[in-house]
C-alpha cells in the first residue's frame, strides 16, 4: 500500500515540504518551552502537531493518488458545502479574543477558513476550466468575481482580514492564468484601491485592523499595543545576525517578548535562533516548493491542472511573502499564517491537501497517446 502512495510523487517537492514540516516541528517546540525547569506543555504543543502532521501526510498521499480531473464533477456541492461551513461558523463557533473562527470538537479545534481555501481553489480552478476560452469577457469575469465574493464576506466578518485578502489573490492569480487581459486586470486592481479607502472611510475595517496599518506605517506610535509585535519581532530577527543564538537559546523568544510565537510569528524563532543563514535554507525550501507547482503547471497539458497547480504557487508565495513582511514590519499584521511551520492543524492539512492536489497533477501531466 505504501508503495502504491509513493509511486509517482514528485520527491524535489515532497522532501522540502517534508523538511519544513519537520522544522516546522523543532520552531513550535522552541517557542513553547518555558522558563521553568517543566517542559509538558512544550511536549503538549510538539505531540499535537506531530498527531497532525502525521494525519495531514496520510491527505498528502490520498489526495496525490486521487485523479483532479474528478473534482470538477463534484465543485457545486463542495462550494455549497464551503458556504454551510462559513455560516455555521458564525453561528455556532467559538468566539476568541473577537474572532468567531473556529469549531471546538473535544480536544480538537477546526478553523473552517483553512479549509475554505483548499474547495474555493478546487472550484474556481473548476470554473475557469469550463470558461477558459472566455477569460477576456466582461460577464465571465463578473461571474467570477460573484463566486468568490460570498465566501470572501463571511470570512471578511468573522472577522479574519488575512484570509479575505487570500481569497482575493487567489480569484486574481486565476484571471492572470487563464488570460484575462492586462488592462482589465489593472483595472479590477485600481478598483480595489478604491474599496480599500472606502473601508477605511466608512469605518468598515474594525479598530484593530486599523491599528495594525498605523502601527505598520509608525511601529513607534503605540510601541505598547498595535506597534508590540512588529517592534519586538525585528529585534528577535535582527539579534540572530548570521549563525543565530543556537536552538533553544533565543533570549527574545525564552522570555516571552512576542505572544503566541509559535503561531503566524514563527519566524521569529527561525531568525533569532537559526540566524540569516537558517532563514536563507528555510526560504530556499519554500522557493523550490513554489518553483515546482509552477513547473507542474507548464508541463501540464489541460487547462485544469495548470489553474490547480498554478493556483496553490501563487497560495504558498503569498503566504509566505505576507507572513514573513509582516515579521519584519515590511507588511501590516494581518494573520497569515506560515505554511508547514506555523503551529495549527487546520492550515497543515489545508496546505497537505493542497500538496497532494498538485501531486494528483504532476502525476497526470502527460496525456496518453497511442501510435
Known amino acids: ?40 506543555r512544550a511536549l503538549g504543543f510538539l505531540t499535537k502537531q506531530a498527531i497532525w502532521v502525521i494525519f495531514s501526510l496520510f ?34 463557533g467559538r468566539r476568541t479574543s473577537g474572532a468567531q473562527r473556529w469549531f471546538v470538537l473535544g480536544p ?9 481555501k483548499v474547495m474555493l481553489l478546487l472550484t474556481l480552478s473548476s470554473f475557469w476550466a469550463r470558461q477558459h476560452q472566455e477569460a477576456k469577457d466582461l460577464r465571465t469575469i463578473f461571474r467570477s468575481f460573484l463566486h468568490i465574493i460570498i465566501p470572501t464576506l463571511l470570512v471578511f466578518i468573522q472577522p479574519d482580514l488575512g484570509t479575505s485578502l487570500t ?18 486586470i489593472i483595472a479590477l486592481g485600481v478598483a480595489g484601491l478604491l474599496l480599500a479607502v472606502g473601508a477605511w ?41 548570521v549563525w543565530g543564538k543556537g536552538i533553544f537559546r533565543g533570549t527574545q523568544n525564552r522570555l516571552n517578548y512576542i505572544p503566541a510565537q509559535h503561531t503566524d510569528f514563527i519566524f521569529t524563532v527561525a531568525g533569532e535562533e537559526l540566524g540569516f543563514a537558517g532563514c536563507i535554507f528555510i526560504l530556499s525550501l519554500y522557493f523550490i516548493l513554489i518553483w515546482r507547482c509552477f513547473l507542474t503547471a507548464l508541463e501540464t ?6 489553474l490547480l497547480s498554478a493556483s496553490v504557487g501563487v497560495l504558498l508565495t503569498f503566504h509566505i511573502f505576507v507572513n514573513i513582511g509582516m515579521t519584519l514590519g515590511l507588511i501590516p499584521a494581518v494573520g497569515i499564517p506560515l505554511p508547514f511551520l506555523t503551529y495549527g492543524g487546520s492550515n497543515l492539512l489545508a496546505f497537505c491537501i493542497m500538496a497532494g492536489i498538485v501531486q494528483s497533477v504532476y502525476q497526470r501531466r502527460k496525456k496518453l497517446s497511442f501510435r
Open 1 to 40: 500500500m505504501l508503495r502504491k502512495f509513493f509511486k509517482g510523487i514528485d520527491y524535489y517537492f515532497f522532501i522540502p515540504m517534508f523538511l519544513l514540516m519537520g522544522i516546522g516541528l523543532l520552531l513550535i517546540y522552541s517557542a513553547t518551552l518555558e522558563t521553568v525547569p517543566s517542559n509538558t
Open 59 to 92: 491527505f498528502f498521499f490520498l489526495m496525490a493518488s486521487t485523479d483532479y480531473r474528478q473534482f470538477p464533477r463534484f465543485s457545486g456541492h463542495i462550494y455549497f458545502f464551503m458556504l454551510v461551513l462559513l455560516v455555521l461558523v458564525l453561528l455556532l
Open 108 to 116: 480538537i479545534t477546526i478553523q473552517p477558513s483553512e479549509f475554505a
Open 167 to 184: 481569497f482575493i489573490t487567489l480569484w486574481l492569480a486565476s484571471l492572470l492564468i487563464v488570460g484575462t487581459k492586462a488592462k482589465q
Open 201 to 241: 472611510h466608512l469605518d468598515i475595517l474594525r479598530p484593530y485592523q486599523k491599528k495594525r496599518i498605523q502601527a505598520f506605517l509608525n511601529p513607534r506610535y503605540d510601541p505598547l499595543g498595535a506597534g508590540y509585535h512588529i517592534i519586538q519581532s525585528r529585534i528577535a530577527i535582527g539579534s540572530g545576525e
Open 301 to 306: 497539458e489541460d487547462t485544469l491542472g495548470q
